[in-house]
């Protein structure tokens, strides 16, 4: 799944905070992970990704996301949000 899908997405959410709340909610389709983010991060949303199989979509950098996004910062999670 490309950047496009969430430039395009309805309903998403931006951030740690708000990404990982949508997967304790189990309302997250897909989720997105900055590669450069740290790993102390963004680890436990991978980590609860595998264990809810929601697929889990590395990209880049976290300006690329934010972009991505419709944001100026860098971001290093974001989701799209179920129906």
């Known amino acids: 799944m490309s ?3 969430l430039k395009t ?3 998403k959410v931006v951030g740690v905070k708000q990404t990982a709340k949508a997967l304790q909610k189990k309302n997250a389709s897909t989720v997105f992970i900055a ?3 740290e790993e102390r991060i963004t680890g436990p949303i991978k980590t609860e990704c595998e264990k809810q199989n929601v697929l889990c979509v590395t990209v880049e950098t976290m300006q690329a996301l934010g972009k991505a996004c419709g944001i ?3 971001a290093s999670a974001a989701a799209i949000l179920a129906n």
């Open 3 to 5: 950047l496009d899908a």
């Open 9 to 11: 997405a309805e309903a």
């Open 72 to 74: 100026h910062a860098g």
């Open 35 to 37: 590669a450069d983010a």
